[in-house]
């Protein structure tokens, strides 16, 4: 069973049959969201998935911001720690995947890299973080991993990590896409961030086998442009 119809539904779609799962993959999709309404309407979507679907195991994609202290105060940030506490306290089987920024064709204009090919094609101004780093992965490895972790059984009741192994600094990332587009961004570099460390041991065997294929960090980077823009 599948709840939503944005990026990470479409992916698994092959799960809307899946009788023993719901994978929830819906609610609010943008970072800095602010409204109360929008998060209430994701929790009360919840609310009757999980209390409708009690044998069933609940797939929900939360947020790696939740560790990061230089964004872990934003409204988005604390509605998803709700979130995470409800489905501990509410749900019989489930796991929760703190997911980093997601790169795919169908992804929301507000997207990290999403927003930056927007503000650079369109000659929108920037605001840059010059010390700060950012994790990226792409939609159909997220599936991979998530797939390969639902199909093995061994994993419940937790929640995972879900990343690539190496965060790349805006800088860099804003630099890589200047370099394919060959155009400039109107940016304005500011001294705030900080570095990135996203634990992912618990996928490392799977993420090492996609990283093995696709590289890691900019050269990662640098295929996701290629595959989607």
Partial sequence: MVVGNGLLASVFVEYQNVNDTVIFASGVSNSIETRREAFQRELLLLEDTVFSNPEKQIIYFSTCSIADPTVNERPYVKHKVQIEKFIEENCNSYIIFRVSNVVGSRGNKNTLLNFFVDAILNEKSLTVWKNAERNIIDVDDLYDVVDKILTSKNINNTIVNLGTSESINVVDII????????????????????????????????????????????????????KYY
């Fill in 175 to 226: 630099c890589a896409i200047e370099n394919y587009f060959s155009k400039k961004a109107l940016a304005t570099y500011i001294n705030k961030g900080n570095k990135l460390k996203i634990n992912i041991e618990e996928i490392k065997p799977i993420l090492d086998n996609i990283e093995l294929r696709k590289g890691t960090g900019e050269a990662y980077l640098y295929q996701l442009l290629e």
